[in-house]
């Protein structure tokens, strides 16, 4: 587990270290765009989202872009640290929301776990 946290917090500074940019760009530099899941109309509470959701937004945003950068592959170091530094957009979420998350992960070993937990089940890794 504390190798997963390891990679899971360099990873993460990676990304902190971006700014803000589109995740998923792969070593033949074609752009995608990947987002959080959007609740269903039905679903989807008015106002803004609760902490809750913006938690969920987070975790799942970031599980689906690191998976998918895990997914190419790279013949060139620099592109695949260039993919694993760029920002997933993260809907519905502030910038300051996004720093915040990035900072729980390195500093709540709890919120960490949980963010492992979700790359590995988005990854089809579940353990």
């Known amino acids: 587990m ?3 946290r390891a990679l ?4 993460t500074l990676a990304v902190m270290a971006a700014g803000l940019c589109a995740c998923g760009k792969s070593s033949d530099n074609t752009n995608q765009e990947m987002q959080a899941p959007k609740p269903s109309a039905s679903a989807a509470p008015s106002g803004p989202p609760t902490a809750q959701r913006r938690e969920t937004i987070f975790l799942d945003a970031t599980a689906q872009h ?3 950068v895990q997914s190419q592959v790279y013949t060139d170091p ?3 640290a ?3 530094a760029t920002r997933p957009i993260y809907t519905d979420l502030t910038t300051a929301q996004v720093d915040e998350f990035q900072q ?5 070993p709890a919120f960490a ?3 492992t937990q979700r790359i590995q089940a988005t990854c089809g890794q579940a353990k």
């Open 2 to 4: 504390i190798r997963s």
């Open 8 to 11: 899971l917090a360099a990873a």
């Open 66 to 68: 690191l998976c998918s």
């Open 78 to 80: 620099a592109a695949m």
């Open 82 to 84: 260039s993919a694993y």
């Open 104 to 108: 729980r992960v390195i500093s709540d």
């Open 113 to 115: 776990d949980r963010l």
